[in-house]
């Protein structure tokens, strides 16, 4: 059993900043793949950052953003690799959605996985 548990959010001002966390925590072999996704009012769910991994190998993770964050937002794996934080600064109003992590799990060393999502969290960017 795996759970994902996020945490962070809020209402900030634009300009300032806020760092959203992702707990995975169960039977956990690997963490392949997590990605903040957000969906902003009256819009479609978009892929804000993701960080793909290799858990059988050393092979260097593959970090992507969005165009709208780069520069502003860094996605990162703790130490113990089963919490992902995204760190946001320099919120525009824009950034204003629900953000939702999404979790693949690696099980063990057979390459079975488990995916799954985050509750969401609420990020307000408001003066």
């Known amino acids: 059993q795996v759970h994902v548990v996020q945490s962070g959010g809020g209402l900030v001002q634009p300009g300032g900043s806020l760092k959203l966390s992702c707990a995975a925590s169960g039977r956990i072999f690997g963490i392949n793949y997590v990605g903040w996704y957000r969906q902003a009012p009256g819009k479609g769910r978009e892929l804000v950052a993701e960080?793909?991994?290799?858990?059988?190998?050393?092979?260097?993770?593959?970090?992507k953003y969005a165009d709208s964050v780069k520069g502003r937002f860094t996605i990162s794996k703790d130490s113990a690799k089963t919490t992902m934080y995204l760190q946001m600064n320099s919120l525009k109003f824009e950034d204003t959605g629900h953000y939702h992590c999404?979790?693949?799990?690696?099980?063990?060393?057979?390459?079975?996985?488990?995916?799954?999502w985050g509750q969401g969290t609420l990020v307000t960017v408001s003066s």
């Open positions: 999404n979790v693949e799990v690696l099980l063990g060393s057979d390459g079975s996985t488990w995916n799954g």
């Open positions: 960080i793909i991994s290799d858990s059988t190998t050393n092979y260097a993770d593959s970090v």
